[in-house]
């Protein structure tokens, strides 16, 4: 349910120039859609505001005509970007966003982006959904206007109910109101998931620091053992070592590493006893941040998926590596 308090949140949407505002547009045709990131652009061009559009290439290439001057000329302050390129792992969208503002120190920014496409798998959704969660807090008081799209004839009704608890503004019919359901920690929860063992992985368990070679030669031999290509074979490697490092940094215990091939991905796997408090780590670029941000970005940049569970007893962290060349999507 929306409240009816447009007026006051567009005189915001006009006036404010501090903070972080995140909408949310739920469309229902693809003439709605680009009617509205149209002149979403074309307000905060006119503003002085730079604006990023990261959408699927295929529906970027139906807008290109009414964001662009003319074929292959970008107007001055916008940047088109297909955003299953950039952030296939919805992990990365969090850093992608926060380049691109700051970028532009002195000037408020606006982000277009349709991370939520239609044709995600159920665990890609739930990792968008927490991307959205968790960008509230991210980017509270920065001077920020994000536009999220979510197509209403393509996606299931509980990616929709996400979009209204992660979301604090939503658009509907013209006209941006305050969503009633708007709980990102409740939205956090839920994607907080169990990660089920996997019985026929095969496993490492690294104790201490020089258990880490030897984990790392395990992983190459399973991986040349399911056909991983020379360089998924390399990303599998430090993929295994950070989160082995990781767990031998920040957890009292042990790690234990799985491996398995899932359909056209293989997994690995880490579990220890810690918890990993800070939901954010790996999600922004890690700039002066301590060792276990560095490591993690550079597993979230590595792979197609990263999922996580965390308690007070433990985590488990699953990375997706492609054991072949990822297709493009068809938006």
């Not at 061009?45 to 292959?72: F, S, Y």
């Not at 995600?120 to 991307?131: G, N, T, Y």
């Not at 700039?287 to 308690?311: C, D, K, P, Y």
Request: glycine share 8%; hydrophobic share 40%; with cysteine.
């Amino acid at each position: 349910m929306i409240e009816s308090e447009s007026a006051e949140v567009s005189l915001d949407m006009r006036n404010e120039r501090q903070g972080f505002l995140h909408s949310a547009l739920v469309y229902r045709s693809e003439r709605e859609c680009g009617d509205h990131v149209t002149r979403f652009v074309a307000e905060g061009l006119a503003a002085g505001e730079p604006v990023l559009v990261a959408m699927p290439e295929a529906n970027l290439a139906t807008l290109r005509d009414e964001l662009c001057d003319g074929p292959g000329r970008s107007r001055t302050g916008l940047r088109l970007a297909d955003i299953a390129e950039i952030a296939r792992n919805p992990c990365r969208f969090l850093a992608v966003a926060s380049s691109f503002a700051e970028e532009h120190p002195d000037r408020r920014v606006r982000i277009v982006s349709q991370l939520a496409w239609p044709g995600r798998s159920a665990d890609e959704l739930v990792a968008c959904a927490q991307h959205e969660a968790l960008v509230n807090g991210a980017f509270e008081g920065r001077p920020v206007t994000g536009l999220c799209l979510y197509d209403a004839s393509r996606l299931d009704d509980d990616v929709l109910a996400s979009a209204r608890t992660t979301h604090p503004l939503l658009w509907s019919y013209g006209a941006l109101q305050r969503s009633t359901e708007y709980a990102p920690d409740d939205a956090l929860e839920a994607c907080n998931q169990p990660l089920t063992a996997n019985p026929r992985a095969v496993t490492y368990t690294v104790r201490k620091s020089e258990d880490l070679r030897p984990a790392r030669s395990f992983a190459v031999d399973y991986a040349g053992w399911v056909g991983l290509p020379r360089d998924g074979i390399a990303d599998l490697q430090l993929v295994a070592t950070e989160l082995a490092t990781n767990s031998l940094t920040y957890a009292d215990g042990a790690c234990r590493l799985s491996f398995w091939r899932e359909g056209e991905h293989l997994i690995c796997e880490a579990r220890d006893s810690g918890r990993l408090d800070d939901l954010l780590a790996g999600r922004l670029n890690p700039g002066s941040a301590g060792r276990a941000s560095r490591g993690l970005f550079l597993v979230n940049a590595l792979s197609e998926l990263v999922r996580t569970h965390t308690t007070a007893t433990g985590t488990t962290i699953r990375v997706y590596l492609r054991c072949e060349p990822s297709p493009r999507s068809a938006g």
